[in-house]
Each structure stands twice: as C-alpha cells, then as structure tokens.
C-alpha cells in the first residue's frame, strides 16, 4: 500500500475536502472571492511600477537596481516557495494556505512602507513573495475541483480577471495615494486592505471534493451515475517512479555547490569581489532543489512531456515582456509622454484595465470552444496573439510620430489618446494565454497532483519571467543610456519584443504535441 492510497486501496482524501456538490450560485461566489484575492496579489505586487519615479527618487536608484527590487527580490522566493506550499496544499487545506499566504504578503506589503533603506526595501518585497507565493496553485486546483473541464479555461480566464484588476487598481491606487501622501502611504494602505480580507477567504470558501467535476463530466459522457475517478492507479504509479524529480533536483544542489564554492573563493579574496552574488545564488538554487525534491513525484509525471516544457517555456517567454512591459511602462509614459504621476495612474490604469479584461476573456472563450475539436487550441490561441502582440506595442509607443503623419502634425492630447487605443490591443493579446494554457497545465497531471503540477509550471514562468523581465528592462535601459538617453528605456523595450516571437513558436509546438499529453 502506497502512501498516497487508503487501507482499501482508494487514494486519500487531503484533509479539509468536502464531498458536498456545491451550488452553481456558492461556485460563482467562490471564483468571484478567488478573483479578488488574486487582484490583491497583483495590487501588491505590481504597485512598485507605478511607485518607480518616487522611489529612485528617494534611495536613489539606477533602472538597473529597480529592475533587482521588483524582479529578483520577489521572484526568487515567491517562485521557489510556491511548490512546498503546493504541495502541502495537496495534502491540507488549500483555503488555509491561501488564507495565510494572503495575510502574510499584505503584512509585508505594509511594511514596505516603513523602509528606511534600500536594502529594508529588497528583504520586504522578498517577504511579499514569500506570502504571494502560496495563493495563485492552489487557487487554480481550487477553480479545476468547482468547474468541469468543459467551463475551466474560462473560468482560469475569469480568475485571471484579477491581473488587470490587480494591475490598474495598483496602478491608479498606488499613484494617486502616493501624489497626495507619499509612497510609504500608498504601501500601508493597500497592505491592509489585504490582512482584512484574509479572514473573509477562510470563513466563506471550503475546499471541494478533489476531481469531483471530472468524476461528474466522464459519468454525463458515459450517461451513468457519477462515481469516483479512477485516479489512485496514475498517484500509485507516479510514486514508484520519481527518478526524473530526483535529478533535477540534484542538478539544483549541485548548482547551488558551486555558486557556495565561488562565495567561499570571493571571501578568501580569490577572483571573484562581491560574495553576496554567489551565495544569493547558492540560496536560490538550495530552496529550488529542495522545492523539486519535495515535488519529485509531480516533477517526476509532467516533466516527461514535451508539452509541459513548450508551454512553460513560452509562458516564461511571454511572461518575460508581460511582466518587464507592466512594470516599466509607467516610468515609459512619464520620460517619453511627458505624463506626470497622476497622469499616468489614470491613463494606464485604464489600458491595463480595459484591454486586459478583454484580452484574457477572449482567450479563455475561444479555446474553450475550439478545443472541442482539438486540445492544440489551448496553447494555438495565444501562439497567434503573441505574434501581434510586438508590432502593436511598437506602433503604440510610436503613436507621436504616426500623427506627425497627419496635416499640421497633430497634437500631443491626440497622440495621447492614438497611443491608449493601440496599446488595448497588445495588452489585451499579451493576457490572452492564461486562461488556455493555465487549464492545459491542469491536464498534464491527475487531480491530486494539480497544485504542485501549477506550482512547478509557476516555478519556470516566474522565475523566468518575472524576474528576468523586470529586471532585464531596467539593465538595458542603463546599457542604452549612453547612445539614447532619457529615450533608453523606449529602445530597451524594443529589444523585449524578441521574447514573443519566441513565446509564439514554442506554444505553437506545444499545440502539436498536448493531445498526446492530455489527462481527463
């Protein structure tokens, strides 16, 4: 008898599930409580973008230092920490572990108000990505046991509402608190916010029955009454072969050795001058190989497959211009539109708003709907919308010079205003793989298996991503600096682009090999 099954066999009911079918009414409140949560996720998380101005200001930042506070500070926890959390997530609670990962991010987004130095400012927004880094796997395992897999994509999309929430309302919230009382306001205020809201999620939201949903659409195709989804056999198969989870894991220890060895080396003032880098690198790489070793059973299912790989690598690819265009925009608009801080909380609050609502319910919908006739449509939909997305975003920001083209040259309002009505279009394109591809990722992997199978997928996007994004956009806007100027950080974003033509090719890959890969 395996760990993962009961003394007759079945697999184990993680401790917190209910068996009671829920309503249509308590599934819609549960995804509207999970949007919200996940809006406070970006509120806290993308509110720094629109702080960027404030805070160089007053620690006196180069891009390339702002790119570290708001990629690697919070990426390199809120990545590695997610799959522990998952994983443990698929054998508790997951409302208790999102209730305290929501506690827990909005307690040290307050207190990001209260730094008093850079270095205070780094450690609370890695704090911030320690709690962020326990609510986004476990509400997508949630989403997959309270809708069928016909409804998931858009209901991942629904979810997935509360980025351009999250993004404008930080955005337009952040800013406007911080031209009126200051960036350490602007912090506490949204910080709150979420510690208040962490009660409300555990007192309202019960975790439902694991592949409930998919027990009940396979008993509808078979015109029979529901039974249980026969997935004990797949976990007890899975348990008795972990040896892919285990190298990977062990490359991760192996890494972090020698990033350990070079700080050594640069303490005994051998070659190398600044220790801290290495054994940052060596923390870094420690925490993941112990995440994959935790997650050697799930890692061991799902990185056997092509797909898994093609659509976490073309995430990561898109996510690297979704996340570093978010976050530097709003200090782009400031230098190249001459916006001030308020200005600029309203107009790209907006963009992000608007365009993004669109954008990711699209992309759910029309996978949902050409995926009855092929499961290549859930990562196809996003292929083709990443390939639009980069000329669009140029054009966007261009949007001076396309009305220079017009008798009298125009006016700056009418730039303005070109320019908002383009870039609807790439950030709408941008969002429109999470809700296909986040249900995708669900199918790599049986239900038991979900949070840790997302928090893996998460693992590569954002550590990726996010941090390579967000820091790569402000790394080359000093390398540019010289050549460019204030206009540095338009042509840094220029390079970017190049990242969704890479996301476009690998996602259409992936839509020729998921089929292959799906699990029911």
């Known amino acids: 008898m395996s760990q993962g099954q009961a003394a007759d066999g079945t697999a184990k009911k993680p401790v917190g599930d209910e068996d009671k079918t829920p309503s249509p009414a308590y599934r819609y409140y549960v995804l509207a409580i999970l949007i919200f949560v996940y809006m406070l996720n970006f509120v806290d998380r993308q509110i720094i973008g629109i702080l960027a101005a404030p805070l160089k ?33 698929d054998r508790t609670s997951r409302v208790w572990i999102m209730t305290g990962a929501l506690a827990v991010w909005s307690g040290f987004t307050a207190l990001c108000g209260l730094a008093g130095s850079f270095g205070q400012l780094f450690l609370f927004r890695m ?20 809708f ?26 952040g800013g406007l608190l911080a031209v009126k009382y200051g960036w350490q306001t602007a912090f506490i205020v949204v910080g709150i916010l979420g510690v208040l809201v962490a009660p409300i ?58 990033f350990a060895a070079l700080g050594l080396l640069s303490l005994m003032k051998v070659g190398i001058q600044n220790p801290v880098i290495p054994f940052f690198g060596a923390g870094l790489m420690a925490v993941i190989g112990i995440s994959m070793w935790i997650a050697k059973t799930t890692g061991s299912v799902i990185m056997k497959k092509k797909s898994f790989w093609l659509l976490s690598l073309g995430a990561a690819s898109s996510s690297v211009c979704g996340y570093g265009v978010a976050g530097w925009l709003p200090l782009f608009f400031m230098r190249s539109f001459d916006l001030t801080l308020s200005q600029v909380s309203w107009y790209y609050a907006g963009i992000a708003l608007i365009g993004g609502l669109l954008g990711i319910w699209m992309g759910g919908v029309i996978a949902d709907r050409m995926a009855k006739k092929s499961k290549g449509a859930y990562p196809l939909v996003p292929a083709v919308a990443f390939i639009i997305s980069a000329p669009c975003f140029i054009l966007a920001m261009n949007s001076p010079w396309l009305i220079g083209l017009l008798p009298g040259g125009g006016s700056h309002a009418m730039a303005l205003v070109l320019a908002f009505v383009i870039f609807l279009i790439p950030t709408g394109l941008n969002l429109m793989w999470l809700g296909p591809i986040t249900a995708a990722v669900q199918h790599l992997a049986p239900a038991p ?14 550590l990726l991503g996010l941090a390579v994004g967000f820091f790569y956009f402000g790394w080359m806007s000093d390398l540019l600096r010289p050549v460019f100027g204030d206009e540095s950080l338009r042509w840094a ?9 890479a996301a476009s090719l690998l996602h259409f890959c992936a839509s020729r090999t998921l089929s292959k890969d799906w699990i029911d």
Request: one cysteine or more.
């Open 449 to 462: 298996m979900r949070s840790t199978a997302s928090a893996i997928f998460l693992l590569i996007n954002n």
């Open 493 to 501: 974003i220029y390079t970017g682009m190049g990242f969704y033509l």
């Open 57 to 89: 200001e007053h620690f006196q930042m180069s891009d390339s230092q702002f790119g570290l506070l708001g990629g690697i500070a919070f990426a390199s926890v809120y990545s590695t920490l997610a799959i522990p959390l998952a994983w443990l997530a």
């Open 127 to 146: 704090g911030v990505g320690v709690g962020e880094a326990g609510g986004v796997a476990p509400a997508y395992s949630l989403i997959a046991d309270y």
């Open 148 to 173: 069928p897999p016909n409804q998931r994509a858009r209901a991942m999309a629904a979810f997935a509402f509360g980025i351009p929430l999250g993004t404008a309302g930080g955005t337009l919230i």
């Open 201 to 258: 999620l555990r007192l309202t939201v019960r975790d439902p029955k694991r592949g409930g949903t998919d027990a009940a659409a396979a008993a509808a195709a078979a015109k029979i009454a529901p039974v249980a989804v026969p997935v004990a056999p797949v976990v007890a198969e899975a348990l008795t072969d972990t040896g892919l989870g285990r190298k990977v894991a062990l490359v991760c220890f192996g890494i972090a050795g020698v």
